[in-house]
Structures are given as structure tokens and as C-alpha cells.
């Protein structure tokens, strides 16, 4: 059971920083005038909430309660996009790239924490999804003028 709830721990490491890369998306796409990379944005943004619903089910199969909101995450998603939003759209993006980086590296450095079929769903699902999203980010970053 001790193993249960630290798995469930984990879990809810990981849905918080979901909550707050969909929060963070959020505050971006507001400033994003561009179609075509509003449209990307809210791809990324959709990414984040499927992981979040997706963490949410396993956490409660668990007999865990998810977290609600993206804790300290959540605040130094906001202080980092606010800098942003004050530079630009360019400076914006940057910031969403930083933050797909700290996510991926959150699941590479935490996917074995977590114990049997979860360490696959981590692994299989989770951060192959994450790879995506931060692929798509770091391209449309890099195709800025």
C-alpha cells in the first residue's frame, strides 16, 4: 500500500506540471496574433489536457486524488510567461519551450519512480506524448523570423 501512494505521489508531480503547461498555453495564446502558430499553440495545449485527463483516470484507479491545480508549477509557469508576454510573442514561445524541456525531463528523470504497468503507461505513453508536444514547440520556435 506504502508503494501505492508514493506511485500516486509521482503522478500527481506529473499532473501538476500538465495543470500548469495548460495554464501557461492558456496565458500564451492570448498574445499569439498569428494563425498558424496559434493553432500550433493550441495543439501543445490540447496535448497537456488529454496527459492531464489521462493522469487523472490512472490516479483514481489508484484510489488516489488527483491534484486540482499545478502547486509551485503553476506559479513559476505565470511569473515566466508574464516576462514573456511583456516581450513579445518570440519571447513566448521561448518560454513554452522551456517549459516542454523541464516536462520532458521531468518524465525522464521520474518515469522509474513509479511501479509495474504504470512505469509502462509512463514510459509507452506519457513521455512519447511529451516528445511530440516539445517536438512541435522547438519547430515552430525555430521557425520564428
Not at 508549477?73 to 518570440?90: I, P, R, Y
Amino acid at each position: 500500500m506504502a508503494q501505492t501512494g508514493k506511485d500516486v505521489d509521482t503522478l500527481n508531480s506529473f499532473l501538476r506540471g500538465e495543470i500548469s503547461a495548460v495554464e501557461t498555453y492558456r496565458m500564451a495564446i492570448r498574445h499569439v496574433s498569428d494563425d498558424v502558430r496559434r493553432r500550433t499553440l493550441e495543439e501543445c495545449q490540447r496535448d497537456h489536457e488529454r496527459r492531464v485527463d489521462a493522469l487523472r483516470e490512472r490516479i483514481r484507479l489508484l484510489d488516489g486524488e488527483p491534484a486540482e491545480g499545478s502547486g509551485v508549477w503553476g506559479t513559476f509557469s505565470k511569473l515566466v510567461q508574464g516576462g514573456a508576454d511583456m516581450l513579445g510573442e518570440n519571447a513566448a514561445i521561448s518560454a513554452l519551450e522551456e517549459g516542454e524541456d523541464h516536462g520532458l525531463q521531468d518524465y525522464e528523470r521520474d518515469a522509474g519512480k513509479v511501479h509495474g504497468d504504470l512505469r509502462r503507461f509512463v514510459r509507452m505513453e506519457l513521455l512519447p506524448a511529451q516528445k511530440s508536444t516539445h517536438k512541435r514547440l522547438s519547430h515552430l520556435k525555430h521557425t520564428l523570423h
